[in-house]
């Protein structure tokens, strides 16, 4: 068999819905953009959505809408992707990585409460693989930190503490304490990248709670602004009868979804029970196969929450990167391929540049040193399942 890792669940019902978008002649941000966006606030219960060209545009603007900038520090985890941090250093704030828990994929708590200074603006919490954090901890964190905290524009004074914005790229779904990922922090930002669970090819979006004393209504049109070079009408808007003219309110960027994109997303998510719970099923499948092997996989459901399921993360227990290399290689010679998630951030050239050492985060380190990640994806057949693990199985035996 030939099992690639994640690719694209795409059926007819995208196909039709993108072709509908080609013959409408609207093919930018449109009707179908606002409607995917009102689909999704629907979907997380919060009063607005926002969808952009990528959660990391999701991230970074945010960021900018709270007014976090030069002489601000924001602190997460350094078990993430890149993305997670690069924002940060776009808006120019000080990046604060703090260590996993030990044989944990989430922070350290304890350490990230001790990391928090009067320069903390925003904390950035990752749902690694659809996981949901403890959000009752950090929610206890900021509260206890509010006197530290001193807002530097009307949104920071309103949230009166550290915000927290969650990295939710793979958490589209998933839920914890009957709440679902999108109205638990205060922004959530999600991904709808090729990979992931729901796509629109790429694109992401953003949610948020709802702000005592701040207008959700105004706050959307400041994504909007953000979005759209700062430009004061939209390209719809702008196609009413007269309504050409428009102002530039500041020189922003230019980060907005298309209908195109959302349209893929419409059709997704009407799918999206079904993949979520086809997802579920490959995961307990797999859950079942490997419980007789030295392996800790992932734990994707609980009493506290359940996962969008959208990676199936292994530990190899008691060993190294170098016997996870060969896992990987074996599986990639009998045609599965796999991944890693993810390198700590202190191990890459970018942020060992910034003067991060992987010496100080051992608990990530370990964390990855013995990590696989199998292919998870609702293309797979029940027989291709099991030949993912059935492989992974005699690669194992054949090197121990």
């Known amino acids: 068999m030939n099992i690639p890792f994640s690719p694209p669940d795409i059926g007819d019902e995208e196909i039709k819905e993108v072709i509908d978008t080609l013959k409408s002649g609207w093919i930018t941000t449109g009707p179908k953009t606002k409607l995917f966006e009102n689909r999704i606030g629907d979907f997380c219960r919060t009063r607005k959505a926002v969808c952009l060209n990528s959660a990391t545009a ?6 900018r809408i709270l007014g976090v900038g030069p002489g601000d520090e924001v602190i997460t985890t350094a078990y993430t992707y890149t993305a997670t941090a690069s ?9 604060i990585l703090v260590d996993t828990a030990p044989d944990s994929y989430q922070m350290d708590y304890d350490k990230l409460e001790a990391a928090v200074t009067e320069r903390t603006k925003v904390i950035i919490p ?9 959000y009752d901890r950090l929610f206890d964190i900021v509260e206890k930190k509010r006197e530290l905290f001193s807002p530097s524009n009307e949104i920071q004074e309103k949230i009166g503490r550290v915000i927290l914005m969650a990295d939710a790229a793979h958490g589209f779904g ?3 304490k009957g709440k679902m990922c999108g109205e638990i922090a205060d922004f959530t930002c999600f991904s709808f990248h090729a990979v992931k669970n729901l796509t629109t090819a790429e694109g992401g979006a953003v949610t948020w709670r709802d702000i005592p004393g701040v207008d959700s209504e105004e706050l959307y049109k400041q994504y909007m602004l953000m979005s759209l070079h ?5 390209a719809l808007a702008k196609t009413k009868l007269g309504a050409w003219e428009y102002d530039i309110v500041a020189p922003y960027y230019k980060c907005n979804m298309t209908d195109i994109m959302a349209s893929i997303g419409l059709a997704q998510l009407k799918r999206y029970p079904d993949i979520l719970k086809r997802r579920r099923d490959i995961i307990e499948a797999y859950d079942e196969a490997l419980k007789e092997l030295p392996v800790t996989p992932m ?29 990987i290689e074996g599986m990639a010679k009998a045609g599965v391929a796999t991944n890693v998630h993810y390198k700590p951030l202190p191990l890459l050239s970018a942020y060992k540049n910034m003067g991060f050492d ?16 199998l292919p998870l994806h609702t293309c797979l ?5 099991a030949y993912v693990t059935d492989t992974f199985k005699k690669v194992w035996m054949e090197l121990c």
């Open 299 to 327: 734990v994707h459901y609980s009493e506290d929450g359940i996962s969008s399921g959208h990676l199936y993360l292994v530990r190899l227990n008691d060993k190294d990167r170098a016997f996870a290399n060969q896992i």
């Open 87 to 95: 924002v940060v250093c776009h808006v120019g704030a000080r990046l």
């Open 230 to 234: 700062g430009q004061s009408k939209d």
């Open 358 to 373: 992987i010496k100080d985060y051992p608990n990530a380190f370990h964390m990855y040193e013995n990590e696989v990640t």
């Open 381 to 385: 057949t029940d027989e291709q399942a």
């Open 126 to 134: 990752v749902e690694l693989g659809g996981v949901i954090c403890d």
């Open 174 to 176: 998933a839920s914890r």
């Open 58 to 63: 999701c991230m970074e603007t945010t960021l």
